[in-house]
C-alpha cells in the first residue's frame, strides 16, 4: 500500500483516503482488511515516528476498520516491533491517545465510554506490555500510557486488579522512579502526573493493591516525585494517603518545610478522613491523637491551615460518632472539645469550619454535650451580614445548629431576625436538608409543635420577603418537607392523630402567592408543584388522610390554582418529567382525570408521559379509581398512540419509548 513513496506526505494521504473509504461501508472494509491494511499501517506509523498527522490517521484507521479491536491488534503488531526504538513507541503512543480520546468521546455524548468496551481487558494487557517492551520508554509513550490506562481503570476495580496481578505495579513505580525519560521535555511533570492519578485509581476499591504497592517501596518513590513536581503536591499526598493511610500523611508533616507543603498535605488529609478511611481503621486510634496534638500546636494565624486540620479530625470523629458514646475514649472526647473550643474562634472561618464539622457528628448520642456549642453559634448568626459569602457561611452555620438541636433552634434564628433574608433562606436550606435526614432517619426528632410553630413562621417569612426568588423557592420545599416528611414520620411511629393531617390554610396561600409573583421563574415553579403534589397525596390510605386531601382539594378549587395549572403547561410543554408529574398530578386532583387526558392529547410528548406517570400514581393512591380503569386505559391508549405513528417507520425516540413504558406500568395497575 505505502512502497515506493519516500517522502512523508504521500503514505499521509493514502492513510488518509483509506480512512475516508473504509467509513463508506463494510465491503471496503473487508477489502482493506483482506489486502492486510493493518499491517501495512503499522509499518508506516513506524517509519514516520515524528508525523503526528500520520500517526493521528493511522490509529484512527485501525479504528474504522476494526472498532476497538483495532487498537488490541495495532498494539499486538508494535509487540513484534524491535524494543527501545522510536518507531515502535510511536505506534504504541498513537494507539493509547486514540483510545483514550474515542473513550472520552463517548462519555461526553452520554454512552459508556471504554465502560462498556469488552475489549477493555486485553487493552489494559497491552498496554502494559508496551510499558515493558522498553528500558526506558520516553515521556511520551508514558504520558499516554498512563492516561489512557487511567481511563481503563478508573471506576472499574476489577481492571486495577488485572493490572497489578501481571505485575504491574512493578513497571508503574520502574517508570516513576526513572530519573529523566527521553524527550522534547523531560523535566515536564505530566507523565508523572499521570502516573500518580494511575497509582489512586489502583488502590481504589482495591486496598491489596494498595499493600502490595507499599511492599515495593511506593511510599518513598511518592514522596521523591512531590519533591520534583513543583505544583503537584497535593495528588502526591492525595496518593501517598491512599496508600499508605492518613497517618502516613501525619508523619511527613514533621518534615514540612514552609506553609505550602503544610497545606497541601493538611488538605489532602482532610479529603482523606472524609472518604477512605474504611481501610485503614488500625490507623485511627494514633491519627485522633496526632490531629488533636497538631492542631493544639498550631499558629492561629494559619487560618487555611487550621480549617483543614478541623476538617480532618472532623472526618475522624464522624467515623467513630456512631458506635463511640461520650465519656467511653478519653482521646475522642479531647477531640471533640477541642473541636467545640474551635467554634469559639475569631477567625470566622475556622469557627465555621469547626461548626460544620459538629454539626456531621452530632448522632443521638452526641447531642446532648454538643448543645454547649449553640450560645457561639448564636452569636456568630446574629453578627452574619448580608453578603453573598456571609450567605455561603449562614447556610453551613444553620444547618450544624439544626444537625444539634432540631427545628426549634432554626425557628428561634428565624424569629430573632426575620428581616435578614439571608438568614431566613439560610434557615428554609437547613430545614429541608434536616428533612432529609429525618427520611432516612438519622435527624433530630421533632415534636408536632414544633413543626406546626415552624410552619407558621416559614410562612411569615415568605410574606415579608415576597419579593426574594431564592426564599421563595426554597419556603415551598420547606413547607412541603414540613407538612409531608415529619407527618411520615407519626406514621411510622403510629402516631399520626398528634400532627393534623390537614394542611393549614397560610401555607396553601403562601405557596400560591409566589406562583403568581413569579410565574416564569422555573425554580419557583418547580418547587411550587413539588409543594402542591406533596399536599395533595395521601401519606396513607385509612379515612382520615383522605378526607384531609378532599379538604385541601376543597380549599384549592377555590384559588386559581387550575387556571395556574394550565399556564405552567403552555409555558413548560417540554420542561424537566419531574415537574411536569408534579403539575398532572395535582391537575388530576383538582379539575379531574377526565381534563389531565383533555390537556395531554393537545400536548408534547412530555405532557403525554408525565399524564401518564401521574395516573400511575393516582391508580396507587387511589383504590377508587378502579372502575374507571378501562376508560383510563383506552384514554392512555390514544395517547401512546399519537405519538408512536409519528415519523418514519421503525423510528421512535427515546422519550416515545419511556411514554410506552409508562402505559404498560399503568395497564398493570389498572387489572
Request: glycine share 6%.
Amino acid at each position: 500500500l505505502f512502497g515506493g513513496f519516500p517522502y512523508i506526505f504521500a503514505p499521509l494521504r493514502r492513510i488518509w483516503a483509506l480512512r475516508n473509504i473504509g467509513k463508506q461501508c463494510v465491503i471496503s472494509r473487508n477489502w482493506i482488511c483482506a489486502k492486510q491494511g493493518i499491517e501495512a499501517v503499522a509499518q508506516a506509523m513506524a517509519q514516520h515516528p515524528a508525523h503526528a498527522k500520520l500517526l493521528e490517521e493511522g490509529a484512527w484507521l485501525s479504528y474504522v476498520l476494526h472498532g476497538v479491536s483495532g487498537f488490541v491488534q495495532l498494539l499486538k503488531l508494535s509487540q513484534a516491533m524491535p524494543g527501545n526504538t522510536l518507531g515502535t513507541m510511536a505506534v504504541q503512543y498513537a494507539t493509547a491517545k486514540a483510545l483514550r480520546e474515542l473513550s472520552e468521546q463517548q462519555r461526553e455524548r452520554g454512552k459508556e465510554g471504554c465502560m462498556g468496551w469488552s475489549e477493555a481487558d486485553v487493552l489494559v494487557l497491552g498496554l502494559l506490555a508496551a510499558l515493558r517492551q522498553h528500558s526506558q520508554p520516553n515521556e511520551e509513550l508514558l504520558c499516554e500510557c498512563f492516561k489512557a490506562l487511567n481511563e481503563l481503570i478508573h471506576e472499574h476495580p476489577g481492571r486495577g486488579r488485572l493490572f497489578m496481578e501481571q505485575s504491574g505495579g512493578e513497571a508503574l513505580l520502574k517508570a516513576l522512579s526513572a530519573s529523566s525519560p527521553p524527550g522534547p521535555n523531560p523535566t515536564s511533570p505530566k507523565w508523572r502526573q499521570a502516573g500518580i492519578w494511575l497509582m489512586t485509581n489502583l488502590v481504589t476499591g482495591n486496598p491489596n493493591a494498595a499493600s502490595t504497592l507499599r511492599s515495593m517501596g511506593a511510599l518513598d518513590c511518592l514522596v521523591k516525585c512531590g519533591q520534583v513536581l513543583p505544583g503537584s503536591g497535593f495528588d502526591t499526598m492525595w496518593t501517598l494517603g491512599q496508600v499508605g493511610g492518613p497517618l502516613t500523611i501525619l508523619r511527613l508533616l514533621e518534615r514540612c518545610q514552609n506553609k505550602e507543603g503544610l497545606s497541601v498535605s493538611l488538605k489532602a488529609l482532610s479529603r482523606l478522613t472524609w472518604e477512605s478511611l474504611e481501610d485503614f481503621q488500625d490507623q485511627l486510634p494514633e491519627v485522633l491523637k496526632e490531629l488533636t496534638k497538631t492542631i493544639r500546636l498550631m499558629d492561629e494565624r494559619l487560618s487555611k491551615e487550621l480549617q483543614h486540620a478541623l476538617q480532618a479530625l472532623g472526618g475522624v470523629l464522624k467515623f467513630y460518632s456512631a458506635t463511640v458514646p461520650p465519656s467511653l475514649c478519653p482521646d475522642m472526647d479531647a477531640a471533640v472539645e477541642l473541636m467545640l473550643k474551635a467554634v469559639r474562634s475569631s477567625d470566622p472561618d475556622v469557627a465555621k469550619a469547626a461548626s460544620v464539622c459538629l454539626g456531621h457528628i452530632a448522632t443521638p448520642q452526641w447531642r446532648l454535650p454538643l448543645q454547649s456549642a449553640l450560645p457561639t453559634m448564636r452569636c456568630l448568626w446574629m453578627a452574619a451580614g448580608e453578603s453573598k459569602e456571609s450567605c455561603g457561611n449562614l447556610r453551613d452555620l444553620m444547618w450544624a445548629a439544626g444537625c444539634i438541636n432540631g427545628l426549634p433552634v432554626l425557628t428561634e434564628a428565624m424569629r430573632e431576625r426575620i428581616q435578614c433574608a439571608d438568614l431566613q433562606h439560610a434557615c428554609l436550606r437547613a430545614i429541608v436538608d434536616i428533612a432529609d435526614e429525618a427520611d432516612r432517619g438519622s435527624s433530630v426528632p421533632a415534636a408536632p409543635s414544633a413543626v406546626n410553630e415552624t410552619v407558621h413562621v416559614v410562612t411569615a417569612a415568605m410574606k415579608l420577603h415576597s419579593s426574594v426568588v431564592n426564599l421563595q423557592s426554597c419556603g415551598c420545599e420547606a413547607l412541603a418537607v414540613l407538612l409531608t416528611t415529619y407527618k411520615a414520620e407519626e406514621v411510622q411511629r403510629g402516631q399520626l392523630s398528634r400532627l393534623s393531617p390537614d394542611v393549614p390554610m397560610e401555607a396553601l396561600e403562601v405557596v400560591l402567592h409566589a406562583l403568581r409573583r413569579f410565574p416564569n421563574q422555573f425554580k419557583v415553579v418547580e418547587k411550587v408543584f413539588m409543594a402542591l403534589r406533596r399536599f395533595l397525596e395521601p401519606i396513607t390510605r385509612d379515612q382520615e388522610c383522605l378526607d384531609a386531601v378532599k379538604r385541601t382539594v376543597k380549599l384549592l378549587g377555590e384559588s386559581d390554582a387550575v387556571l395556574q395549572l394550565r399556564k405552567v403547561f403552555q409555558d413548560y410543554p417540554k420542561a424537566q418529567p419531574d415537574l411536569l408529574e408534579n403539575a398532572c398530578f395535582a391537575f388530576a386532583m383538582l379539575a379531574g382525570i377526565d381534563a389531565l387526558l383533555k390537556e395531554a392529547t393537545d400536548g408534547t410528548v412530555q405532557i403525554k408521559s408525565a399524564a401518564v406517570q401521574a395516573l400511575c400514581d393516582l391508580c396507587r393512591s387511589f383504590a377508587e379509581l378502579q372502575p374507571k380503569a378501562v376508560e383510563i386505559r383506552n384514554c392512555a391508549a390514544g395517547l401512546v398512540a399519537s405519538e408512536v405513528t409519528r415519523g418514519r417507520e421503525g423510528e421512535m425516540g427515546q422519550q416515545v419509548v419511556e411514554l410506552q413504558r409508562r402505559y404498560e406500568m399503568l395497564t398493570g395497575l389498572l387489572r
